[in-house]
């Protein structure tokens, strides 16, 4: 008598929904039937290995997946979901979509144009034989298609004639054919620092305690990830889509007028400050970007905020936000291996747990593993700036900040990083490194008043390794720098600097590199 095989169901469509789609308004949805589709979704431990993900950035993407999914539960919308465990074994998304594939006869697979080149080669390996349709990401402004036929024919890409092309064709803060108040751009008004008394009272920010489901999602990373750097004994960041919206609507009616004057300024101990902190989820897809930007443009057209404000929050987001993307998917998967200075350092192990004497790295960095969070000046005036000085290797420099910030995706962390922070691609991205010394942190915070080291000097047990290392790399790189009209004045004053303190100052330089500060 001849076994009998039970036949595999046969499923029309298997959406995937990866932990950065979590949009119900996404592509990827558009024809849905719950008669003949599913949807898929897959914790995998790959996603918090492949770099050494931080508590608070795992947490999220995990605790936001998960509300997700029951959100499509109580829609009644049939779902495959792949739920990580402390005793699961160690698992890709790749694999896990391989043995649902030989669990079901599914006609074809549908998936949203993903935001990590790597997550994409290894889907489309993973379906063999089964036909893969990857749909447009319509939660951007500009598709990856229009943004190559932007960079067609230009010798250089700068976001800046991006952004106006953005603002004409979505018609953001303009009237007619001029921009409002009848500039493109009011940065030179928003780089103000606080005073010596520091910013006075913030409004907060939305937090949110865990409910049952992060609550699970905090005991699982503290048991299975119990190794990685970082902490979630504060996590609080939103989760759902409703959580999002409050934070949007608290930055829009609390903060976001003051957010232009003093969106450059730090200060110790103070993390939130008047940023936004929806970039988590808007890369999420908890938040689109045009309600963003419509809410922000309302704001002044409204009185409620001043032009120089909501016009620099805007460029964050269709402006920089876009224009990364544009450029990650115009440069890959070569982008990521640039390194047009040669860096070849190993990025210092204190990155990981901020134990450092330099008083803003200590604060910056031991703020991001308590919370996830740096704010934009941060990241590329603090932590990015000593990394560049220091002559990081840039992969591993890209490896830290996609591992530690909640809201980091390789689309957007990867340009970031090597691109605007660490000139790793050669002036793609920016036009000039972002060099400086430690006086430009003095200007910007309070760090330096209580800090051992003296950013005014270049040489000396006190003098700041910022500075210091400022000179050394405009020694190192002279040549290459010399031609850069942005750079230009800079190189000149190395110039003015005696040969024997040059030398003095490669000597210490030396020295802080090998640690001793």
């Known amino acids: 008598m001849s076994k009998q095989v039970k036949a595999r169901p046969v499923v029309r469509h298997l959406v995937l929904v990866l932990g950065d789609q979590l949009d119900r308004a996404a592509s990827v949805w558009d024809g849905f039937d719950p008669a003949l589709d599913v949807a898929w979704m897959a914790e995998a431990s790959e996603e918090s290995t492949h770099v050494w993900s931080t508590k608070q950035r795992t947490a999220l993407f995990l605790a936001a997946m998960r509300h997700f999914a029951q959100a ?23 694999e896990a979509l391989k043995a649902t594939l030989s669990a079901l006869k599914v006609e074809r697979v549908l998936l949203t144009q993903p935001g990590d080149w ?22 951007f402004l500009c598709s990856a298609a229009e943004f190559t036929a932007h960079a067609k024919g ?21 009237d007619a054919d001029q921009p409002v108040g009848g500039e493109w751009n009011f940065d030179a008004d928003n780089r103000a620092a606080f005073g010596k ?40 960041w939103p989760v759902t889509r409703e ?34 902190h929806i970039a988590s989820s808007l890369n999420l897809k908890l938040l689109d970007p045009r309600e963003v930007i419509a809410r922000a443009e309302r ?12 016009e620099g929050f805007i460029r964050q987001i269709l402006g920089w936000r876009e224009y990364v993307r544009g450029i990650y ?3 890959m998967p070569g982008y990521a291996e640039l390194n047009a200075l040669a860096a070849t350092q190993d ?9 450092t004497d330099m008083r803003c790295l200590r604060d910056a960095i031991q703020q991001t593993l308590q919370h996830g969070y740096a704010h934009h000046i941060q990241r590329l005036m603090v932590t990015g700036l000593y990394a560049l000085l220091h002559g990081v290797a840039p992969q591993q420099v890209h490896g830290w900040y996609l591992s530690v910030y909640v809201d980091a995706v390789e689309w957007v962390e990867l340009p970031n990083t090597l691109g605007m922070s660490q000139f790793a691609d050669g002036g793609v991205m920016a036009s000039k490194p972002y060099a400086a010394t430690g006086k430009y942190i003095d200007r910007q915070s309070n760090h330096c008043r209580s800090c051992r080291f003296d950013p005014a000097q270049r040489i000396g047990d006190t003098a700041c390794p910022f500075t210091t290392l400022y000179w050394d790399f405009l020694g190192r790189h002279e040549k290459l720098l010399a031609k850069n009209p942005r750079m230009a004045l800079q190189v000149k004053n190395l110039a003015r600097i005696d040969p024997a303190e040059q030398q003095a100052i490669a000597d210490r330089a030396a020295q802080v590199r090998s640690g001793g500060l």
């Open 72 to 94: 499509l539960r109580d829609d009644a919308v049939p779902l495959r979901y792949l739920e990580l465990t402390n005793d699961a074994p160690a698992g890709s998304l790749a």
């Open 118 to 139: 790597r997550v994409l080669q290894a889907l489309r390996e993973a379906v063999g034989d089964v036909p893969l349709e990857v749909r447009e990401d319509r939660h």
């Open 154 to 174: 230009r010798k250089q890409l700068r976001m800046e004639y991006f952004y106006r092309e953005m603002r004409r064709r979505h018609g953001v803060l303009m």
């Open 197 to 236: 008394n520091g910013p006075g009272f913030v409004p907060q920010t939305p937090r949110f305690a865990p409910d049952a489901i992060t609550q699970q999602v905090i005991e699982l990373v503290n048991t299975r990830f119990a190794d990685h750097p970082g902490s979630v004994a504060t996590f609080g």
């Open 243 to 276: 959580q999002a919206l409050q934070v949007l609507d608290s930055f829009i009616t609390e903060r976001l007028e003051h957010f232009g004057r003093w969106q450059d300024a730090m200060w110790g101990g103070e993390p939130w400050l008047y940023h936004a």
């Open 299 to 310: 704001a002044f057209r409204d009185g409620q905020a001043p032009l120089a404000a909501v």
């Open 329 to 331: 998917w115009l440069k």
């Open 347 to 355: 990025l210092p192990a204190w990155y990981w747990t901020g134990e």
